[in-house]
């Protein structure tokens, strides 16, 4: 499922803040609002300083070393989630998907809707039996001519039609 979820969320949020009136702070939504006052939380701040300028550059430039080689698991797979957001094959995974969908669009990268699709959970899905009942042939369908059409052919019935008589149309 992925991240898809929480961004579903966080979009929702957003949307029913937009409509809300606004706080006496001036924010629509409280998440938008701490203690300390508006704007980033401070242990946002806190964490943006702790990171060097450095620390990015490399980052970059390993993920971009591995896109180059194709050393890292594919976009949203099971690998590339377990791997540490820190982790530049992370990084270089996202990038072919980029790189992809802006070189081909979403011919290419079509299999992500279906990654991060919502499915039903599995105990709402049909059952087992369920399924062997809808397998089970139907009875065939009884055809019948239509008044004003022409005669229709009956398939496998050696060049036999079925027209339309009044006479079978008030038995029917």
Known sequence: MGAWPIVAQLRRRREAADRCEPLDC??????DCHNEGH???PELIELAEHIEPG???ALWAEAKSLF????????????WRELHPDDPRRLAGALDAAES????GTEVTGWLNDALAVRTPIWQRRNR??????????????LRATPGWPP????????????????????A
């Open 26 to 31: 001036g924010h629509r939504d409280p998440m």
């Open 39 to 41: 704007g980033p939380s």
């Open 55 to 57: 620390d990015i550059v």
């Open 68 to 79: 180059f080689a194709k050393d890292f698991p594919p976009y949203a797979s099971k690998e």
């Open 101 to 104: 969908w802006r070189k081909y």
């Open 129 to 142: 039996a369920e399924l062997d009942k809808a397998a089970e042939p139907k009875p065939s369908h009884q």
């Open 152 to 171: 229709v052919r009956v398939p496998g019935g050696n060049g036999r039609y079925l027209t339309y008589t009044y006479e079978r149309g008030m038995a």
